[in-house]
């Protein structure tokens, strides 16, 4: 590609990094930067208020000169900016590398993709598919499955490109996880009065069986999938007591839990043994479940094909991205530059080689997979 056009692809970049759209704010102003890029599509907005009332909006788009079945698509919003010692939201390039908050997860990959598919032939140009919240819980990309008139009605796509940072790696398929909410409830007092009723003596027994079960996920081969690095699916909890000191009886004691897990493995034990345990130790249980993990065979058409375009042998991951909503339409497969170790971490950046590289493979991926 031109070097007209790496100056563009920067250009966006940039103006992508300066807007603050982390999860909790709105994302209406990068929105509109997009909006503005894409000036000469049809663009569908699909805005919706998320659980604290921010409004939210989301952009499919597509060029109706297009014939393209192919969509590439994207998160707006970031991580916060935790542990940030200069402001994150200025583009800095130093080293071969270009930093910034969501320069690679993941407005380095957009404004690639952006920049490849506005330098296509109109007839060629994918639909391009923009999202909010999916680092806070992926309402997003549920409001664009479940609403757009564009996706399933319109131009349904019969592939999605996810381009989550993926070190230009092509991912076939991914973990998912189901989010366990649990809740023990006590009376809150003064521990000196002997009037309170501690909430942890509910939950220690809760968190006895989710150790154990969380040992034996790892160390019993036979629920292990050996396609994944870790080949177990991991079970995570953290505890919240609300800040409680030590000379008070704690009131609420909340644990959250996420379980990965891959298509080959059945989740429903897990769940019928975290169910029992809430159950028998009093504990008050919420489950959240995404869609089914989005794994296509490595001998299916489109991975054979994007394997030929992109040269390399397509994997599977353990990260999570918006293909297990997107699958609900269409196959999807995960491609992208920069490198998932970079993602949500104060020295966050992309190398200039792959956001530059990514270009040319997205203008492939374009012209020769669908």
Same mark, same amino acid.
């Given at each position: 590609?031109?070097?007209?056009? &790496?100056?563009?692809?920067?250009?966006?970049?940039?103006?992508?990094?300066?807007?603050?759209?982390?999860?909790?704010?709105?994302?209406?102003?990068?929105?509109?930067?997009?909006?503005?890029?894409?000036?000469?599509?049809?663009?569908?907005?699909?805005? &919706?208020?998320?659980?604290?009332?921010?409004?939210?909006?989301?952009?499919?788009?597509?060029?109706?000169?297009?014939?393209?079945?192919?969509?590439?698509?994207?998160?707006?919003?970031?991580?916060?900016?935790?542990?940030?010692?200069?402001?994150?939201?200025?583009?800095?390039?130093?080293?071969?590398?270009?930093?910034?908050?969501?320069?690679?997860?993941?407005?380095?990959?957009?404004?690639?993709?952006?920049?490849?598919?506005?330098?296509?032939?109109?007839?060629?140009?994918?639909?391009?598919?923009?999202?909010?919240?999916?680092?806070?819980?992926?309402?997003?990309?549920?409001?664009?499955?479940?609403?757009?008139?564009?996706?399933? @009605?319109?131009?349904?796509?019969?592939?999605?490109?996810?381009?989550?940072?993926?070190?230009?790696?092509?991912?076939?398929?991914?973990?998912?996880?189901?989010?366990?909410?649990?809740?023990?409830?006590?009376?809150?007092?003064?521990?000196?009065?002997?009037?309170?009723?501690?909430?942890?003596?509910?939950?220690?027994?809760?968190?006895?069986?989710? @150790?154990?079960?969380?040992?034996?996920?790892?160390?019993?081969?036979?629920?292990?999938?050996?396609?994944?690095?870790?080949?177990?699916?991991?079970?995570?909890?953290?505890?919240?007591?609300?800040?409680?000191?030590?000379?008070?009886?704690?009131?609420?004691?909340?644990?959250?839990?996420?379980?990965?897990?891959?298509?080959?493995?059945?989740?429903?034990?897990?769940?019928?043994?975290?169910?029992?345990?809430?159950?028998?130790?009093?504990?008050?249980?919420?489950?959240?479940?995404?869609?089914?993990?989005?794994?296509?065979?490595?001998?299916?058409?489109?991975?054979?094909?994007?394997?030929?375009?992109?040269?390399?042998?397509?994997?599977?991951?353990?990260?999570?991205?918006?293909?297990?909503?997107?699958?609900?339409?269409?196959?999807?497969?995960?491609?992208?530059?920069?490198?998932?170790?970079?993602?949500?971490?104060?020295?966050?950046?992309?190398?200039?080689?792959?956001? &530059?590289?990514?270009?040319?493979?997205? @203008?492939?991926?374009?012209?020769?997979?669908?």
């Amino acid at each position: 590609m031109q070097t007209l056009q &790496y100056d563009s692809a920067l250009k966006l970049l940039k103006g992508l990094v300066s807007i603050d759209s982390r999860s909790f704010v709105s994302n209406l102003e990068i929105a509109d930067l997009i909006s503005n890029e894409l000036s000469n599509w049809e663009l569908e907005f699909i805005d &919706y208020l998320d659980n604290r009332g921010v409004k939210k909006r989301n952009i499919v788009a597509h060029n109706p000169a297009s014939v393209s079945a192919l969509a590439f698509a994207g998160h707006l919003d970031t991580v916060p900016d935790t542990g940030w010692t200069r402001n994150p939201f200025e583009l800095v390039i130093e080293g071969g590398r270009i930093a910034g908050l969501g320069t690679t997860d993941m407005k380095g990959p957009i404004a690639a993709f952006i920049t490849a598919t506005k330098s296509l032939d109109p007839v060629a140009q994918p639909i391009l598919v923009f999202t909010a919240d999916e680092e806070a819980g992926k309402q997003g990309v549920r409001e664009v499955v479940a609403r757009s008139e564009i996706l399933n @009605r319109l131009k349904p796509p019969t592939c999605f490109v996810v381009a989550e940072p993926t070190d230009l790696g092509l991912v076939r398929g991914h973990r998912v996880d189901i989010q366990f909410i649990a809740h023990a409830k006590g009376i809150q007092a003064h521990s000196s009065t002997g009037k309170g009723k501690n909430a942890n003596i509910s939950l220690v027994p809760f968190l006895s069986d989710l @150790r154990d079960l969380h040992l034996r996920l790892r160390r019993d081969v036979a629920l292990h999938d050996i396609q994944y690095d870790p080949p177990f699916c991991d079970l995570n909890f953290v505890i919240d007591n609300y800040g409680a000191f030590p000379n008070t009886t704690v009131g609420l004691a909340t644990c959250l839990v996420k379980f990965r897990y891959s298509k080959s493995f059945d989740p429903e034990f897990v769940m019928k043994e975290i169910r029992d345990s809430a159950s028998a130790h009093g504990v008050e249980l919420t489950i959240k479940m995404e869609a089914p993990p989005p794994e296509l065979d490595k001998r299916h058409s489109l991975v054979t094909a994007a394997e030929r375009i992109l040269g390399c042998c397509a994997c599977v991951s353990g990260l999570g991205t918006e293909a297990s909503e997107y699958s609900k339409l269409a196959p999807c497969l995960i491609y992208g530059p920069g490198h998932i170790e970079c993602a949500h971490m104060p020295t966050e950046y992309i190398e200039e080689e792959q956001f &530059y590289r990514s270009m040319e493979t997205f @203008r492939n991926l374009a012209l020769h997979l669908v």
